[in-house]
């Protein structure tokens, strides 16, 4: 099955600063790849995603990579606030319902 | 509108007893999927429902786990024996049809609730 490995565990940022995690992946056929913030006491949310079709996607403050021949994507924060604190998990999907994910990155805003 | 709702929020329990842990989808939703968090994990799949019936049910770790959904609306996880390993967050999310792409920019998002943390003492 799709194995997906996220870095790193933990990221600690200044506000205003700029965050970034990794994932890789190990199934080629895997074809979309979305990005889930999970507040303390929520369940994880989706803020973004990106088909296997597109290398890069932006919604205002955060963006995702895609790198297929490497099978890596990346999600960035920019600008970082306080309310980005949360653990954000990467996943991958051969396109239909079930996902793979990360083991989830923890990041702290410090103001 | 209400989101996906989970019951109870916490769950303490012992080792070798029996627990019921419910999940109420967002209403109209034909979809539901049961996951597993363990500390430091990642989201692990357990099952899924499309209506009352679970065509995938391959991420079921043991036969003490069992899943059931009726009237294609609230579901309920049972955990038989419980055992030590079993304590984790257990999260439910649905979704309006089955998750997953569907045709140019669409895709079948899952909801997610805020999870039953279990503890097995």
């Known amino acids: 099955g799709e194995n997906v490995e996220q870095h790193p565990s933990t990221l600690s940022v200044q506000e205003g600063d700029s965050a970034v995690i990794k994932c890789t992946y190990s199934d080629s056929a895997s074809n979309y790849f979305p990005w889930y913030k999970q507040e303390l006491g929520k369940g994880p949310q989706l803020i973004i995603d990106i088909r296997s079709n597109v290398g890069e996607k932006k919604d205002q403050r955060i963006a995702v990579t895609l790198n297929k021949t490497a099978k890596h994507f990346s999600l960035h924060i920019t600008e970082t606030q306080p309310e980005d604190s949360a653990v954000y998990f990467c996943?991958?999907?051969?396109?239909?319902?079930?996902?793979?994910f990360g083991a989830g990155t923890t990041v702290t805003v410090r103001a | 509108g209400a989101g996906v709702s989970q019951s109870p929020s916490n769950k303490v329990t012992e080792k070798g007893k029996d627990v019921e842990l419910r999940c109420d989808p967002i209403?109209?939703?034909?979809?539901l999927y049961w996951y597993r968090q363990s500390l430091g994990q990642g989201l692990e799949f357990l099952i899924y429902?499309?209506?009352?019936?679970?065509?995938?049910k391959s991420g079921l770790p043991s036969d003490r786990f069992s899943a059931e959904r009726t009237g294609g609306s609230v579901s309920t996880l049972t955990i038989q024996r419980t055992q030590q390993e079993d304590s984790a967050v257990y999260l439910c999310a649905s979704s309006s049809i089955r998750g997953g792409l569907a045709g140019v920019g669409t895709y079948n998002e899952q909801f997610f609730g805020p999870g039953t943390r279990l503890t097995v003492l």
């Open positions: 209403s109209g939703h034909t979809a």
């Open positions: 996943a991958a999907s051969m396109g239909d319902y079930k996902l793979s």
């Open positions: 429902f499309q209506g009352n019936s679970a065509p995938d």
